[in-house]
Structure formats: structure tokens, C-alpha cells
Nanobody, 120 residues
């Protein structure tokens, strides 16, 4: 059974920091492309950061470059999103995604999301 479980969302003041975690199970984590997305009410879901494999350089949306850092730990089947200098516009539900190709074809898994609220 595939599971992506996000945690770490919270209410924080502008300028503060949070670290999100996404614990994965049920698939070969080291083979998956992992990413973080976010969606605020009334807006489309947007890609925040993506990393192909451990050791690869993550890529970020322009809106978070220099403030967010994504990492993955294949030994723990977990990805992280360190978010610094948070702004009110970072408020959203943050989702973890795993994508790749397995024995049965391509897959695309989502977590349930974790709420991040940044107050001004």
C-alpha cells in the first residue's frame, strides 16, 4: 500500500521558518522523482520544488528560490522541505508527490497535504 505522509505544517509569523517532512512507503523510494507542491484556496496547485535522486540538485519555483531547500534521505524514505523567511503568500496546503515508472507502468502518488499558514 502506497503512502505519502506529510507533517510539519503550522501557523507561523512572517519571517519565520518551518520544516516539512514527507515519509514514503509502498514503492521503491530511491527510484522516484520526489516533489513538493502547494495549493491555496481558489488557486491552482503549483510546483514548489523537485528532486530526481539523492545527490541531485533540486529545482525550485522562482517564488521560493533562496528561501526554501528541498532534500531527500533515501535511507529513511523521506523528503524534506526547509522553508525560511516565510511570507504570507506562502500560505497554502503543501503536498508531497512521488512519480516514476515501476513494473506496472508509470505512477504518480500524492500525500494528503499539510497546512502552512503565515501570518503578517
Amino acid at each position: 500500500q502506497v503512502q505519502l505522509v506529510e507533517s510539519g505544517g503550522d501557523l507561523v509569523q512572517s519571517g519565520g521558518s518551518l520544516r516539512l517532512s514527507c515519509a514514503a512507503s509502498g514503492f521503491t523510494f530511491s527510484d522516484a522523482v520526489m516533489s513538493w507542491h502547494r495549493q491555496d484556496a481558489g488557486k491552482e496547485r503549483e510546483l514548489v520544488a523537485i528532486i530526481k535522486s539523492a545527490g541531485d540538485t533540486p529545482h525550485y519555483a522562482d517564488s521560493v528560490k533562496g528561501r526554501f531547500t528541498m532534500s531527500r534521505d533515501n535511507s529513511k524514505n523521506t523528503v524534506y522541505l526547509q522553508m525560511n523567511t516565510l511570507k504570507p503568500e506562502d500560505t497554502a496546503v503543501y503536498y508531497c508527490n512521488a512519480g516514476g515508472r515501476g513494473l506496472l507502468g508509470f505512477y504518480n502518488y500524492w500525500g494528503q497535504g499539510t497546512q502552512v499558514t503565515v501570518s503578517s
